[in-house]
Nanobody, 115 residues
Framework: VQLAESGGGLVHAGGSLRLSCTAS????????LGWYRQPPGKERELVALNIAGRANYADSVKGRFTISRDNAKNMVSLQMNNLRPEDTAVYYC???????????WGQGTQVTVSS
């Protein structure tokens, strides 16, 4: 499985961005798809995860970010609204095989939010 992210960039606080991730290879409806991020100087952290159609969010993004999934296109997206400077990070797409628990990561896309 290979993952390709797009949609990062620079935005002012309060603005919006949409990240997309397309998977090549076999992705099944039970596999987990989601987003993690790594802020500068910090550990990678969960942002949002879609598990068999159910969305889970980090508390810090609830009400602002929305994860969506298109199984037919092997795609997962992250709509980010009301962005804050603390959302600045490299965002990584994740695909987790539900059978083997193997994790597959994208190369990452930079999101920078200016104050």
């Amino acid at each position: 499985v290979q993952l390709a992210e797009s949609g990062g960039g620079l935005v002012h606080a309060g603005g919006s961005l949409r990240l997309s991730c397309t998977a090549s290879g076999s992705i099944y409806s039970n596999d987990q798809l989601g987003w993690y991020r790594q802020p500068p100087g910090k550990e990678r952290e969960l942002v949002a995860l879609n598990i068999a159609g159910r969305a889970n969010y980090a508390d810090s993004v609830k009400g602002r970010f929305t994860i969506s999934r298109d199984n037919a296109k092997n795609m997962v997206s992250l709509q980010m609204n009301n962005l804050r400077p603390e959302d600045t990070a490299v965002y990584y797409c994740l695909a987790r095989d539900s059978t083997t628990s193997n994790d597959y990561w994208g190369q990452g896309t930079q999101v920078t939010v200016s104050s």
